[in-house]
């Protein structure tokens, strides 16, 4: 899915892993496309995605931010509260959070492709 999003991103797209991201990188880019599976009971991935996450949030205020990420049950729970953390942080949400159920189908794909086009 995050190469999905690069792609539709085009060339200026840099994928980085959640541990290696922090609060001072944002500086360094205008858009960002946030990218977690839904894990335990419908939340953020809890050992490095959702402490990285929280470190960033309250940075997020005016700043595009797209969301994605799949599950394998559930109906997309974690996706609607983490758009509101995001709407509560400031951020400016580029357009729904892209979600799947396991792994991505190319409709799926598609719509990762145009989020990441919407940040571009």
């Given amino acids: 899915m995050a190469?999905?999003?690069?792609?539709?991103?085009?060339?200026?797209?840099?994928?980085?892993?959640?541990?290696?991201?922090?609060?001072?990188?944002?500086?360094?880019?205008?858009?960002?496309a946030?990218?977690?599976?839904?894990?335990?009971?419908?939340?953020?991935?809890?050992?490095?995605?959702?402490?990285?996450?929280?470190?960033?949030?309250?940075?997020?205020?005016?700043?595009?931010?797209?969301l994605f990420g799949s599950y394998g049950w559930g109906d997309g729970e974690w996706m609607r509260s983490w758009e509101e953390r995001c709407a509560a942080a400031g951020a400016q949400l580029a357009q729904p959070g892209v979600i799947c159920c396991e792994a991505p189908d190319e409709d799926a794909l598609a719509a990762c492709r145009a989020l990441g086009a919407a940040l571009a």
């Fill in 3 to 32: 190469a999905a999003v690069a792609e539709g991103a085009g060339s200026g797209a840099t994928l980085i892993p959640a541990a290696a991201f922090g609060p001072a990188d944002l500086a360094n880019y205008d858009a960002f």
């Fill in 34 to 66: 946030f990218g977690c599976p839904s894990m335990g009971a419908e939340q953020l991935e809890e050992s490095e995605f959702e402490p990285m996450f929280a470190a960033c949030e309250a940075e997020l205020a005016g700043r595009r931010v797209g």
